[in-house]
């Protein structure tokens, strides 16, 4: 695959290399992406689920939402494209891993270095009182009896994952802007860069002199400024880009 051999080279010489995944890494984990054909929102509305005043409106709704995604998520397991970007961090290849993505996917692969924009479903917490459990905790207390009530004081439970209306995390977005700005490569892998301010992330490396390698399947507003862009899938040309390298240390 000559993408492949020249996502390796350029990897090889543009360091730092940050990567910047979204919901496309996942798909061949069997979690649905959002904005694709087969994606959540050509099902769900998101105004009705995923934002928190309908949260705040109609958990028991909501809830009702998360439970079949809960019920991917508890299932899903890292694909070759988690694993590969893994292997490359592990190699001193890759500096970070900032993601959209709310599915534990990459630490589960050995990511260590992750930057989680939008929060992780491995909690739930309590609006209330505070409390926080853990995500084995939540799914059982959602086989029980749908959406799943405080231990502590009994009110409904929130995913700590970042809703449509709600502030982004402030620590999380000034080190991924950080990184970003310091990187010699962002990789991109599997995101529409239509979500702010995630989307604003390629265009702070090309300001700072660095490049954007971009593997989407699908168009993105960089493409025409990427020094490379394919269209493949995730798990193949990561796969390939890593077997390009040649054995590891
Ligand atoms: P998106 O749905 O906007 O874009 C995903 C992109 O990946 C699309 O362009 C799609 O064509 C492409 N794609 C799908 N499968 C691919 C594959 N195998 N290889 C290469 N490309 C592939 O997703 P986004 O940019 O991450 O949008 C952001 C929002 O989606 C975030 O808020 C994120 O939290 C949320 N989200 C997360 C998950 C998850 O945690 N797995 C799932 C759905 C949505």
């Not at 479903?121 to 959406?147: D, H, K, M, N, Y």
């Amino acid at each position: 695959m000559r993408e492949a051999a020249r996502l390796a080279e350029l990897i090889r010489e543009q360091q730092p290399c940050v990567v910047l995944t979204g919901a496309g890494v996942s798909t061949e984990s069997g979690i649905p992406d959002f904005r694709s054909p087969t994606g959540i929102w050509a099902t769900y509305d998101p105004m009705e689920y995923a934002t928190i005043d309908a949260f705040r409106r109609d958990p028991i709704k909501v809830w009702d939402f998360y439970a079949r995604r809960l019920e991917v998520l508890k299932q899903a397991r890292p694909n070759a494209a988690h694993r590969a970007l893994a292997e490359l961090e592990r190699r001193g290849l890759v500096e970070a891993v900032i993601t959209q993505n709310i599915d534990r996917l990459h630490e589960l692969a050995g990511s260590r270095e992750l930057v989680e924009v939008h929060g992780s479903i491995r909690t739930s917490s309590c609006l209330q009182c505070g409390e926080r459990v853990p995500f084995e905790g939540v799914v059982q207390l959602v086989e029980e009896g749908g959406a799943p009530p405080c231990p502590r004081c009994g009110a409904i439970l929130k995913p700590d994952v970042v809703m449509f209306g709600e502030p982004m995390p402030e620590v999380e977005i000034d080190s991924a802007f950080a990184l970003a700005r310091a990187a010699a490569l962002l990789l991109v892998v599997g995101s529409s860069l239509e979500v702010w301010p995630v989307a604003g992330l390629p265009q702070e490396t090309l300001d700072a002199g660095g490049a954007v390698a971009i593997v989407n399947r699908g168009p993105t507003p960089y493409d025409g400024r990427a020094v490379l862009k394919s269209d493949g899938a995730a798990s193949e040309v990561l796969e390939a880009a890593v077997a390009a390298l040649g054995p590891g240390p």
